[in-house]
């Protein structure tokens, strides 16, 4: 039998439930009515800022659209060049962005994204100069083509490139060029096609920020990645190829794929840079440094493959790690490939610095010598910075035995610092055409006979997936802790032993990186 019970707590739990109910109610009518609100425009190099932005009465310029839309709202971009940089100028949000969408064959002069959760999608943008300088820090001034400062911005399916000059002003410390800029906070920039650029390809900061499945075809001597002020960014699934240098021999200007440098002013912590690939060139892994008052450090390198990078990693920040990567024909105009730098308070100094289950092969000058090493920590114990190492392989020509610790003079001589490190014999790669003589070609001019040359041909085509038989297989150490995936994003195992180098070994087949790469012709794009 049904009794009424108008008992006080009763009540108030009945006027609670009727209170939710509403809050629910009103939220989906909100929604709904937000859904319908949403609009779609148009805009095409034949239509006029005067019409009301249809399909069949399409805007003039994607500025006109950037001043109109609202949270939820997609512009269509029509095919053509539109001669304009368009500024974000109202806010979406992470239900409802403000979408830009390019038609094949849309070029524009860039995009300058300041609001939050605004997405431009399959934009070209092909400039010959980088046309905007607007005032910085310091009395600095900044040039871009694009940049992200807001929060929650999307920048994906792009081509930015032919970038040959910078307007006009020479690079100095009071001008700074940045082809494609990234702040703010959680922004990411996805699939892009960067070419034939005269400037630092992407300076990044900020929070939290993503760039990702990016390929960077030469650089002309420009830094890649020059990491600003930020924190926990992300650089992962980049392919960069065919860099040049600029000048004749190794003091040459040359690339950095990663700059991280207190010397310039900038505080950074906790970058993860991830699967990777660096192919030949004049390009050196990276250059980090924690000038004081500055602080640069905690910066993490796994999963990457590089290949024929000529110069070495010269490290002075702290806590700084490098697992499971791949170094191929690296640093070979110098004694080693990751070079920690002590006795140089200048610039920092590399404690708590770790270097576990990566690959060395033929790394550091003389290669065909066991005594060149493949990481060092110069002007001091490793045990007075706390530097740790092992579980690493490394190899000269022919799978030759290799030291893999060049210590200095005041350590001794050089030593397997890993008491689980390999050094020499066939690691077991699913493919690794070794003509090692072939593909090696000396560029520098002043090179003497014998001596080590400095970029690689683009004749290469290796898997590193291993065999059953690999002596690579189980021979590292488990660091589940820190990540847990390979660099085709296969799951290491959580319990027992890993393999050493960027590819966990798997009884399944698995894709091959990426070899002979190419960029292909897209339509309106040189």
């Known amino acids: 039998m049904f009794k009424f019970d108008d008992s006080a707590q009763t009540r108030k ?9 509403a ?20 805009v095409s190099p034949s239509g006029s800022n005067g019409n009301p932005g249809t399909s069949a009465q399409p805007w003039l310029t994607i500025q006109k659209a950037a ?10 971009v029509e095919p053509g060049y539109y001669p304009e940089k368009v ?42 100069e980088i046309p905007v300088y607007e005032p910085g820090p310091g009395g600095t001034y900044v040039g871009f083509v694009i940049r992200l400062v807001g929060i929650g911005n999307v920048l994906e399916n792009f081509q930015l490139g032919n970038i040959a000059s910078t307007n006009g002003i020479a690079s100095t410390n009071n001008y700074n060029f940045y082809n494609l800029a990234v702040g703010g906070a959680f922004n990411v920039v996805s699939n892009g096609n960067l070419f034939n650029v005269n400037a630092t390809v ?32 992300a650089i992962r699934c980049c392919v960069v190829s065919n860099v040049v240098m600029v000048g004749s021999s190794q003091s040459g200007v040359h690339t950095d794929f990663v700059q991280m440098s207190g010397s310039y002013g900038a505080n950074n912590q906790g970058t993860l840079i991830e699967r990777n690939i660096v192919y030949p ?19 993490t390198f796994r999963n ?109 001589d050089n030593v397997l610092i890993g008491i689980h490190d390999i050094s020499g014999g066939n690691p077991g790669f699913a493919n690794f055409p070794y003509t090692n003589t072939s593909i090696l070609t000396c560029v520098d001019p ?49 319990t027992g032993a890993w393999s050493i180098g960027p590819f966990q070994f798997t009884e399944s087949a698995v894709i091959s990186p990426p070899s002979n790469l190419r960029i292909v012709a897209v339509a309106g794009v040189p």
């Not at 001043?67 to 269509?76: L, Q, Y």
């Not at 291993?466 to 296969?490: H, K, V, Y």
Request: aromatic share 12%; hydrophobic share 40%; charged share 10%.
């Open 23 to 42: 809050t629910l109610l009103l939220s989906l009518c909100l929604a709904s009515a937000g859904s319908a609100r949403a609009a779609t425009y148009s």
């Open 304 to 412: 990457n493959i590089f290949f024929g990078s000529a110069l070495h990693a010269s490290i002075w920040t702290p806590n700084t790690a490098f697992y499971n990567n791949a170094f191929i024909l690296c640093g070979m105009n110098f004694s080693e490939e990751l070079y920690f730098i002590s006795g140089d308070p200048k610039n920092g100094t590399p404690y708590n610095c770790s270097v576990f289950n990566n690959l060395f092969i033929e790394c550091g000058s003389w290669s065909s010598q066991p005594t060149s090493g493949f990481y060092t920590n110069p002007g001091s114990s490793p045990s007075t910075n706390n530097f740790r190492a092992d579980y690493n392989y490394a190899s000269g020509f022919g799978w030759q035995p290799k030291y893999t610790y060049l210590a200095d003079a005041n350590v001794g």
């Open 87 to 128: 500024v974000s100028m109202v806010n979406g949000t992470a239900a409802n962005p403000i979408t830009f969408l390019a038609q094949a064959g849309v070029t524009n002069d860039g995009f300058d994204m300041l609001k939050n959760y605004n997405v431009a999608n399959g934009f070209s943008i092909t400039k010959d």
């Open 281 to 299: 060139g004049a390009i050196q892994v990276c250059n980090m440094d924690s000038a004081a008052p500055y602080s640069v450090g905690n910066t």
């Open 13 to 21: 739990l009945s006027f609670g439930v009727k209170q939710l109910i």
């Open 67 to 76: 001043n109109t839309m609202v949270a939820g709202d997609t512009t269509i």
């Open 202 to 233: 992407v300076n990044m900061g900020g929070f939290s920020n993503v760039v990702e499945n990016c390929l960077i075809n030469v650089t002309f001597g420009n830094d890649c990645f020059h990491m600003a002020n930020g924190t926990n960014n």
């Open 446 to 494: 002043n090179c003497a006979a014998g001596s080590s040359p400095v970029l690689i041909s683009t004749n290469y085509n290796f898997d590193l997936h291993l065999l059953a038989s690999s002596i690579l297989r189980n021979a590292g150490t488990n660091l589940s802790a820190i990540f847990t995936n390979d660099f085709a994003g296969n799951a290491r195992p959580a």
